[in-house]
């Protein structure tokens, strides 16, 4: 599918379409979600007219545009006749059952779109009831969000039923609503017939512990549910009754059973049957007053679940006592990525318990130990622990609330100036003065991703913006207040093309050290790389940056500074991470209709297609694409792949023309098996692909 321009929320977009009618066929995707300029009922009449006339435009968000009923009509109208729209977003629209309704029925006759937010509206039982009929009548539809509106029992119960008839919906998300335990019974029955929906969220919908009883008694026939979220709903003891239904079900991988007044005795029992479920891979039971029994019940039905790669223990009552079971599970579960202990009494020997296996497994990326009254000391075996550590991938270490005072916080952010993953560091609450603002800056300055490090109730927090010491801030700090000499990495200089201008080294962080979430909403430089023989994109406004995928194309034209259409241009260089990876000379013309990339991001597929991240010969590069490639491979959730599994992926990769002998893919296989068996689990996997990527 060729993907055109994307205008983003800061392109007026009630004017653009009164101007141009949509008739632009290089449109792709319309974000018209304007705070303070909403379209309102009247705006409808233009938009509805464009999407009915246009062609090419896939994706459209018309989220909190006070629209109401009013407006829903002609948008309805534009559905039945438009066959090219795939996703729309009507959410916090005030839309009440008249408009529902209406957008109900023109599904049933449009079989095009694919995805549909109806998110914060009123839609209540008559929508339900009318929305039921469209899952039983169209074929397009895959996700559906009716989070937050106000339907209830009937309305529920006629979309559970649908839920039988339906086989082509994959999301479902009726969170925070109020089906009650005779939705909740319906939505069980719809369960056991259908063998398509993979992600249902029935979050905070009263069910009670008779509707949660149905909900798990269903998934002993279900094969096709991946996603449970039930959170915030008093199932009680029907946690037993899902720890039995698991027992058979080796389908579902992540059950979120947050704040649902679980009691230890219930958890006892559902770990004792969790050990014979092979396929949960995400388990959240936080918020629930469980204590050390009942997590560590299910932290020691879990210890031979090497699949297992999220958990979260927040505010379950734990001590020290469960947290050596708990951190058994990093020695036992190779594959755990993510591990979230706040609001829990660890204390220091607690935190001496959880470093002790931190630096004999490979990294986290994820870590939470907020308020766990770690201390000091604490602090002190986690930054420990961190400095072991050979390779750091961590994205997410959150650490607020716990007094670790200066001189422990120095040695974590020491530790954690060798990562070069970090997006979230939260050291709020510390006890922490001025002393360590040149290793927080440090911090930030290695970690691009990492946009500020959030400091409240720090002696420091006072003068910085909004609590957090910002990255563009830290290079200044570091530079002017510290005396600190900063530069760009040798690598953009060193790295660039022949004949191609260098980019000057910025007295701020360049636009490259933004995440790339911060980009979701940025102005229309935003762009994408047309992938032609000839043509490269380069914003019109940006001639030197551009987001992809978390790293950048660094650009100059040949005919001068400025960047327009027409123009000539050569590509340098690439930033993945830390590292700048140079790119193939491309040299064409700048054209302003890119075709690949929406939103900024990369559309390319993982192997044969990216040229950002994969080197030469198309081997994965960075922890994001190795995790998710693994994942991917390992079909049955087991946590490692079978040697013969991996044969046949590593035959596919480029070898420059030379076909791999077994023998020599048994030699590689047996040099990076450290466990001497014939699996490959994902640091081992990690080292192979790393070490092919250097050839």
């Known amino acids: 599918m060729t993907v055109g321009r994307v205008l983003q929320p800061n392109d007026n977009g009630k004017k653009y379409l009164e101007k141009y009618g949509l008739t632009d066929d290089s449109i792709a995707s319309l974000n018209l979600f304007l705070d303070g300029e909403a379209i309102k009922a009247e705006g409808m009449l233009e938009v509805s007219k464009g999407i009915a006339e246009n062609w090419s435009l896939t994706n459209l968000e018309l989220r909190k545009n006070e629209i109401c009923s009013q407006g829903v009509a002609p948008l309805a109208q534009a559905l039945k006749v438009n066959k090219h729209l795939l996703s729309l977003g009507v959410g916090r629209n005030k839309l009440c059952n008249a408009g529902g309704i209406q957008l109900a029925e023109a599904l049933r006759v449009n079989q095009t779109l694919q995805v549909i937010d109806l998110e914060w509206n009123d839609l209540r039982d008559e929508f339900g009831i009318a929305m039921g009929k469209t899952i039983e009548e169209n074929n397009s539809l895959t996700e559906i969000s009716m ?19 339906n086989h082509k919906l994959k999301s479902l998300n009726l969170g925070w609503n109020r089906a009650k335990v005779v939705g909740a019974i319906a939505l069980a029955d719809g369960l056991r017939e259908n063998d398509h929906l993979v992600s249902l969220n029935i979050a905070m919908n009263h069910i009670g512990q008779e509707g949660a009883f149905s909900i798990a008694a269903s998934l002993a026939d279900n094969t096709a549910l991946q996603s449970l979220n039930i959170q915030n709903n008093r199932i009680s003891d029907a946690l ?52 050390d029994e009942g997590v560590a019940a299910i932290a020691e039905s879990l210890k031979a679940r090497t699949a297992i790669r999220f958990l979260d223990f927040s505010e379950t009552g734990m001590t020290r006592v469960a947290m050596k079971p708990v951190s058994e599970l990093l020695e036992s579960c190779p594959n755990l990525q993510t591990l979230l202990l706040e609001d829990n009494e660890l204390g220091v020997e607690g935190a001496r318990q959880l470093a002790d296996k931190l630096q004999q497994r490979p990294p986290l990326t994820s870590l939470n130990l907020s308020r766990t009254k770690i201390g000091p000391t604490g602090t002190r075996f986690i930054a420990d622990a961190l400095r072991r550590t050979k390779i750091l ?97 040798a690598d953009e200089v060193s790295n660039c093309q022949e004949g191609a201008p260098a980019p000057a080294a910025p007295s701020a962080p360049p636009a490259q050290h933004i995440p790339s979430s911060n980009f979701a909403s940025a102005s229309v430089s935003t762009g994408s790389i047309d992938h032609g023989p000839e043509d490269i994109y380069v914003p019109s406004s940006k001639s030197a940056l551009r987001p992809i995928r978390g790293g950048q194309i660094y650009a100059d034209t040949t005919s001068g500074t400025g960047a327009s259409a027409g123009s000539t241009v050569k590509m340098i260089q690439v930033s993945q991470g830390s590292k700048m990876i140079p790119a193939n000379e491309r040299i064409g013309r700048i054209t302003t209709n890119p075709t690949r990339v929406v939103g900024g991001y990369d559309a390319c597929s993982s192997y044969q297609n990216s040229f950002l991240e994969n080197n030469i010969n198309e081997l994965l590069l960075t922890d ?54 014939s699996r490959i689990y994902y640091d081992e996997y990690c080292i192979i692909m790393l070490g092919l990527a250097r050839r």
């Open 240 to 291: 037993i009754m899902f720890g039995e239904s698991l027992k058979v079900n080796h389908t579902l991988r992540e059950l979120n059973i947050e704040s649902c007044s679980l009691s230890s005795d219930a958890c006892v029992l559902f770990g004792n049957a969790l050990s014979a479920n092979s396929s949960l891979m995400s388990l959240n039971i936080a918020r629930n007053a469980v204590g």
């Open 147 to 165: 989070e937050r509106n106000k339907i209830q029992k009937d309305g529920i119960s006629a979309i559970g039923a649908a839920l039988a008839m």
């Open 393 to 489: 991938y961590y994205r997410n270490l959150q650490l607020a609330g716990n007094e670790s005072g200066c001189e422990p916080c120095v040695l974590l952010c020491k530790a954690l100036s060798r990562c070069t993953s970090l997006q979230s560091f939260d050291l709020s609450d510390n006890g922490i003065g001025e002393v360590v603002l040149e290793s927080l800056c440090q911090v930030l300055v290695a970690n691009e991703q990492l946009p500020y490090i959030y400091l409240k109730g720090n002696g420091i927090a006072v003068e910085l913006t909004s609590n957090a010491l910002y990255r563009t801030d830290a290079i200044g700090i570091l530079t002017t207040i510290l005396g600190i000499p900063w530069s760009p990495p």
């Open 624 to 677: 994001d694409q190795l995790r998710k490639e693994f994942n991917r491979l390992d079909r049955n959730g087991n946590g490692y792949l079978e040697e013969e599994e991996f044969r046949a992926v590593f035959k596919s990769f480029d070898n420059f023309g030379v076909v791999p002998t077994d023998a020599e893919f048994k030699n590689i296989v047996r040099k990076h098996n450290t466990r001497d068996d």
